[in-house]
T-cell receptor, first 116, second 110 residues
Framework: NAGVMQNPRHLVRRRGQEARLRCSPM?????VYWYRQLPEEGLKFMVY????????ESGMPKERFSAEFPKEGPSILRIQQVVRGDSAAYFC??????????????FGSGTRLTVV | DAKTTQPTSMDCAEGRAANLPCNHS???????VYWYRQIHSQGPQYIIH???NNETNEMASLIITEDRKSSTLILPHATLRDTAVYYC???????????FGSGTQLTVLP
């Protein structure tokens, strides 16, 4: 049973370009979460999605960032017009439906974004 | 979610038990205590969670005080591969996201 798959593992973008980060949840998981970890800092929650719905985007920057989790395919975190401050590790996690807060959820290995 | 307080860093000798403390004095009745760890540059790894009772699994034990204001994660026989940042997180009710603090950097020494 494959874990949470994130790609690419490393992504280099020039300032002003777009970055697209993909996350395929574990089989049977319908809840996806995105977190960002800036260098030498802890993980910060960004957004929580279910299939075709954004449930909580309270941690998302107001501009340039968007996320989706379509009915088919992976969840996508999109960063438009990247700036150097967007350089970070972006982690995706998934959980099964209906489990509530009882169980922890599974993280992927992350995408390291470097903006040059 | 309740705020947690952990020591910034700890050392432990290989083969000995590692005891990582966490204070969560403002925890409410429906909030669980979770422990995750992050080995350098990897995604966080779930370790264990508990509500009131002590818990044990193949990775660790979790001891929660009777008043639930603090807990201790115990790695019974630490190995070099247990060197990581350990996060104590309190989460409950309908909250889905985890709020990570600064964690404890555990270094297992040979």
């Amino acid at each position: 049973n494959a874990g949470v798959m994130q790609n690419p593992r490393h992504l280099v973008r020039r300032r002003g370009q777009e970055a697209r980060l993909r996350c395929s949840p574990m089989k049977g998981h319908s809840h996806v979460y995105w977190y960002r970890q800036l260098p030498e800092e802890g993980l910060k929650f960004m957004v929580y999605l279910q299939k075709e719905n954004i449930i909580d985007e309270s941690g998302m920057p107001k501009e340039r960032f968007s996320a989706e989790f379509p009915k088919e395919g992976p969840s996508i975190l999109r960063i438009q017009q990247v700036v150097r401050g967007d350089s970070a590790a972006y982690f995706c996690a998934s959980s099964p439906p209906g489990q509530g807060p009882i169980y922890g959820y599974t993280f992927g290995s992350g995408t390291r974004l470097t903006v040059v | 979610d309740a705020k947690t307080t952990q020591p910034t860093s700890m050392d432990c000798a290989e083969g000995r038990a590692a005891n990582l403390p966490c204070n969560h004095s403002t925890i409410s009745g429906n909030e669980y205590v979770y422990w995750y760890r992050q080995i350098h540059s990897q995604g966080p790894q779930y370790i264990i969670h508990g509500l009131k009772n002590n818990e044990t699994n193949e990775m660790a034990s979790l001891i929660i005080t009777e008043d639930r204001k603090s807990s201790t994660l115990i790695l019974p026989h630490a190995t070099l591969r247990d060197t990581a940042v350990y996060y104590c997180i309190v989460r409950g009710g309908s909250a889905r996201q985890l709020t990570f603090g600064s964690g404890t950097q555990l270094t297992v020494l040979p």
